[in-house]
């Protein structure tokens, strides 16, 4: 049995992980939150006692102050705190760093997502192999468990992956990876989580195709799917972390990642790339002043946490596969819906902070009882999905499958043609008032506008 966690960073992912640790604590043990902002730490831990989320009173639930990228300061307050699971929550810049530090002190490792170097955007697939994949050998010959990817995507979007060739499918052909937010902030614009990794993840597209690499200009190849739940929702084939590990894990011909962005994103996106603002390196100002432009545009933009309150709507993320069973065509969706007002009701959270922080906490269970205790550096689909999704399921990620007809109206066809083809396809129809910028995001406006237009538009015709 492992004990002890440390949970390092204090974002919106941070503060769901917390909540759900706590009210786990009789398995994790002891909780330490670590930051370079210490009162943010301070701040999740007052969460956590006033929705009185502490399932085991007599376990420790603390805050440090921390920088990770200082890897002799992260050593310490391992060992310090005598954390033997650290699960990892910071920015994505930070892993190697921290995994340095469980690599000294035995620590089990754990992080949500892929590292990036912050000077270079979008590299070379595969990317887990430009860092992480790097430390194999050592971890194995450390004994040390290293769990890459252990949110939502990636994390349990690559357990659906394992489990649909572990009992679904004989032979699989494609995977369509799908995540959409059908929910309303009531912002003009923000981001769920990160501005900085959110923007920097949509510069290029890099898809697994048959059994091959393959680029393709960012928003370029558009979908509309009726989702669970969710409903009619615009889908854009994009790159994604996991997809760097499940064309090396999973025997598919083609592993596509679509996620769901309206109109207005697409716009503001689009203007903010087009003019510069997304780039990463530093422009120098007439003042002699050096900026980096997408670090503005972060300073600018909401705190995903404070999305929160009034965060209204659903998400919805599943993998839409297809292959043969016993010899017959088959395709299924495994996916998971998630409600944004339920997720601020029971830890102060929206729900894209919510998919992404409760599956931290079931993964450090399974390593904590020994079940992922793997002892190796691994990915989420190299190990048994079935006990994680069971976890999943009682701690407030529930999955859902269905069996879809082949080849019937509720399929999914993420087959890519000609790029000249599926650009006629992609383009965005943008609602703008100078007067009044929020009416592009009031769906009520946009519907009633265009009734009225038809309503015109059918009266001249009489």
């Not at 009789?26 to 009162?39: F, H």
Request: with cysteine; charged share 25%.
């Amino acid at each position: 049995m492992k004990k002890n966690v440390l949970i390092i960073g204090a974002g919106g992912v941070a503060h769901v992980t917390a909540h759900k640790a706590a009210m786990n604590n009789d398995v994790l043990g002891d909780i330490c939150i670590a930051s370079r902002t210490q009162s943010k730490c301070d701040e999740i831990i007052a969460s956590v006692r006033k929705m009185k989320h502490l399932k085991d009173p007599s376990r420790k639930l603390y805050s440090r102050q921390l920088d990770a990228m200082d890897i002799p300061a992260t050593i310490k307050i391992i060992r310090d705190t005598k954390s033997q699971i650290v699960i990892n929550l910071g920015n994505a810049f930070v892993n190697m760093s921290v995994l340095e530090a469980c690599l000294a002190t035995g620590a089990a490792y754990m992080d949500t997502a892929i590292h990036e170097n912050p000077d270079k955007v979008c590299e070379k697939p595969p990317w887990y192999a430009n860092y992480e994949w790097k430390r194999k050998a050592i971890c194995k010959k450390k004994g040390l468990t290293a769990l890459l990817g252990a949110g939502f995507d990636p994390g349990v979007v690559n357990a659906y992956c394992a489990l649909a060739q572990k009992r679904y499918f004989d032979k699989i052909d494609t995977i369509d990876i799908m995540d959409v937010n059908a929910g309303s902030h009531g912002r003009y614009f923000a981001t769920n989580f990160d501005p900085e990794i959110n923007f920097r993840e949509f510069i290029k597209v890099y898809t697994w195709i048959d059994r091959k690499w393959k680029e393709y200009p960012t928003h370029s190849v558009k979908r509309i799917y009726d989702f669970p739940v969710a409903g009619p929702c615009p889908i854009y084939l994009n790159g994604h972390d996991e997809l760097h590990s499940l064309s090396k894990n999973i025997d598919a011909n083609s592993i596509r990642f679509w996620m769901g962005f309206g109109n207005h994103y697409i716009n503001v996106f689009t203007v903010l790339r087009t003019l510069g603002f997304l780039s990463h390196l530093p422009v120098k100002l007439t003042t002699g002043q050096e900026v980096v432009p997408l670090k503005v545009v972060k300073a600018l933009l909401p705190d995903p946490k404070t999305l929160a309150p009034k965060y209204t709507g659903k998400t919805c993320i599943g993998n839409f596969v297809k292959g043969w069973k016993n010899g017959k065509k088959r395709e299924v969706l495994i996916y998971q819906v998630s409600d944004h007002h339920k997720c601020f009701l029971e830890v102060g959270s929206q729900g894209i902070s919510y998919t992404a922080g409760v599956p931290p906490v079931a993964a450090a269970m399974l390593i904590a009882n020994g079940k992922w205790d793997a002892c190796k550096m691994v990915n989420v689909e190299e190990m048994d999905p079935e006990p994680f999704i069971a976890i999943l399921d009682k701690i407030g990620l529930p999955t859902d499958v269905k069996e879809i007809k082949p080849e019937s109206k509720d399929s999914f066809n993420g087959t890519v043609g000609k790029l000249e083809d599926e650009l006629k396809k992609s383009t965005a129809n943008v609602t703008v008032s100078a007067a009044n910028p929020i009416v592009a995001i009031d769906r009520k406006f946009q519907e009633d506008a265009l009734k009225s237009i038809c309503k015109e538009m059918c009266n001249g015709k009489k």
